[in-house]
C-alpha cells in the first residue's frame, strides 16, 4: 500500500471512531436526561422502574395534602380515578396547586412505591389540564366503563 493511500485510510478510520464516540456519548446523554410520564396506575402495577427520574401525573385526590407546619415538607395523593401514588415534596408549590386539580411532578419513585417529588407543575388556568394528565385520565376512564364503575367528571 502506498503512503499517501495508507494517510487517507488513517484518516477516515479516525473520522469513523470520532463519529462513533460521539454517536454513543449523545445516546448516553439523551438515555440519561430522559424522563417519562406514568400515570398512577402504572405506578401502582408496578410498571415505573424504582429510584429513576420520571413525571408522575394526575388530579391531587381530596383530602389529600398534609403539611408539616414546621417546614416545606408536603405530602399529598396523585389519582386518575383508578389507582393513587402517594406524592412527597420539599418546597414551594405552584400558586395554583390545589386538591382537585392536575399536576405533573418530577422526581424518583422509592422503594416504598412513594414518588419522591423534586420538581411539581400545575395547570396554569381554568381550562388547561396537562396532555400526559388528560390522556391517563382517558384511559382510567375507559377502564371504569369496562368495569361498570363511574367516574368523576374532572
Do not use: C, W
Amino acid at each position: 500500500m502506498n503512503p499517501a493511500r495508507k494517510r487517507k485510510l488513517t484518516i477516515v478510520l479516525f473520522l469513523l471512531a470520532g463519529v462513533a464516540v460521539a454517536v454513543g456519548l449523545t445516546t448516553y446523554a439523551f438515555r440519561q436526561n430522559i424522563n417519562l410520564f406514568y400515570d398512577p396506575t402504572q405506578i401502582a402495577e408496578g410498571e415505573a422502574p424504582v429510584n429513576v427520574r420520571i413525571r408522575a401525573g394526575g388530579m391531587v385526590e381530596e383530602g389529600s395534602v398534609k403539611r408539616d407546619p414546621d417546614s416545606l415538607k408536603v405530602q399529598f395523593r396523585v389519582t386518575d380515578y383508578s389507582s393513587s401514588v402517594t406524592v412527597r415534596y420539599e418546597g414551594i408549590l405552584p400558586d395554583l396547586f390545589a386538591e382537585g386539580q392536575g399536576v405533573v411532578a418530577t422526581g424518583q419513585l422509592n422503594e416504598n412505591r412513594e414518588f419522591v417529588a423534586s420538581e411539581v407543575l400545575a395547570k396554569h388556568d381554568e381550562q388547561y389540564m396537562p396532555p400526559e394528565v388528560s390522556e391517563a385520565l382517558e384511559r382510567s376512564a375507559a377502564r371504569a366503563r369496562e368495569e361498570g364503575r363511574e367516574m368523576p367528571q374532572y
